[in-house]
Structures are given as C-alpha cells and as structure tokens.
C-alpha cells in the first residue's frame, strides 16, 4: 500500500524560482529517499535522508526530515527548465524494500 | 556507476499470450532484485521482492501464478505476465540491489531500470 503522500500533486513555476515538494508518511522509517522520474523513463536517485538526520544538501537540492512529524520536504532551488519532471519519495522500511510516495509532477517554464 | 538494463523497453502483444521482462545488472550482482508497475501518471507499486535462488515474494494483492519470477543468478531476474489482459498494460520498472551489503539497518541503494511500457491489444 501506498504509504507517502506528496504535495502538491503538480506545481508549475518560473525558471529561477525554488520549488519545493512535501511527503508525508505512516510509519517508522529507517531512511527516505527521492527520486526523480523523466516522462517515461526510469528513476533516478536524487538524495537520501537517514532516520537520525534532519537535514541534508546536495547542490541545489536541500532535504528535511521531522520523524516527529513524520514528513520531509524536498527544495530545488534555482529551478531550471530541465529539472521538468515527477518526484517521489519513498520511505524504506528495512532491507532497501521501498514504499513510493503518489509523486509531484514539476513543470518549469523558461 | 552501477547499471540496471531492461529489455525489452516496449512490448505490444494480444490478449492471452505471455510476455517476459528481463532485468540486469550489468556490472554488480544483485542479491535482491525487486520488482515494480506504474500506471500512467501514479506512483510505482512494489509488485514483488526476488531473491536469487529462492523463490519471490510478492506485495498483497498481487497474483503469483500471474506475475511468474525467477532470479536465477545474481545478474538477471525475470518477469513473466502470463495470459496477458488490457488491464495488465502498464509500465514495469526493476531495479537491483547490491549484494555487498546486507544489513537492515544498513542502506542499500537501489539502482533502477529504465523500465518496460507493456501494452495488451
């Protein structure tokens, strides 16, 4: 069953400008990752976030993690028309065995 | 980097027949290959986790006997959809997980295919 939650299911936005995407879950985790998926195409691993780490940065991404709240948060930052695709996250629960999340379809316009 | 190939990447077939998906990793071996569909614009459904010489386990709901898997060395699992219907027409995406780690704990990147558009006439 599907146990993340994105939001927003789309979100349109100007190059330059940040986008950030929101995933919720259900129960505990052991880390969360996001993905990215071109139309079609397969996914590619964009950043993972441990359990214990509340933080993390790579180039223009910056992810977040509230167990408490048992949410994460994905920002792009100076979007360019390029980054135009869906992201997911997705929640492992022990042995790389990965839960999706419904995914955010990005669209930046030049 | 690690290199996940599927094959074939389209497929078109007639309601009936049965239609084979191969899934490698081109240069690791794969302990555990897992198995996922995605309908068109949703998410990915895990179908079912392979284990290299043992038999899969599959996700509630998903049928056995009709998603047939084999992961018959640590380079290539396969998935078989038997007697193929119009609802089975999807997009099937592996992917691979590195043996040279193993514990829960632990993370174990996934490296995916690019997947296998699947359409039943």
């Known amino acids: 069953s599907q146990q993340g939650e994105e939001d927003p299911q789309a979100l349109s936005i100007q190059e330059g400008e940040n986008a950030t995407m929101n995933c919720s879950y259900k129960t505990s985790i052991n880390n969360l990752q996001w993905y990215r998926q071109n139309s079609g195409r397969g996914l590619v691993h964009l950043i993972l976030?441990?359990?214990?780490?509340r933080e993390k940065h790579s180039g223009r991404l910056r992810v977040t993690l509230d167990t408490s709240k048992k949410s994460s948060s994905l920002l792009i930052t100076a979007s360019r028309a390029a980054d135009t695709a869906s992201y997911f996250c997705a929640t492992d629960r022990g042995y790389s065995t990965l839960t999706f999340g419904k995914g955010t379809m990005l669209l930046v316009s030049p | 980097g690690a290199v996940v190939s599927q094959h074939p990447s389209r497929v078109i077939c007639k309601s009936g027949t049965s239609v084979k998906i191969e899934c490698r990793s081109l240069?690791?071996?794969?302990?555990?290959m897992f198995w996922y569909r995605q309908f068109p614009k949703q998410s990915l459904m895990l179908m079912a986790t392979s284990n290299e010489g043992s038999k899969a386990t599959y996700e509630q709901g998903v049928e056995k006997d009709k998603f047939l898997i084999n992961h018959a060395s640590l380079t290539l699992s396969t998935l078989t959809v038997t007697s193929a219907h119009p609802e089975d027409s999807s997009f099937y995406i592996c992917?691979?997980?590195?043996?040279?780690?193993?514990?829960?704990?632990?993370?174990?990147?996934?490296?995916f295919g690019p997947g296998t558009r699947l359409t039943v006439l």
């Open positions: 240069d690791f071996q794969a302990t555990t």
């Open positions: 992917s691979a997980r590195d043996r040279t780690s193993g514990s829960s704990s632990s993370y174990n990147e996934q490296f």
């Open positions: 976030i441990r359990s214990n780490e």
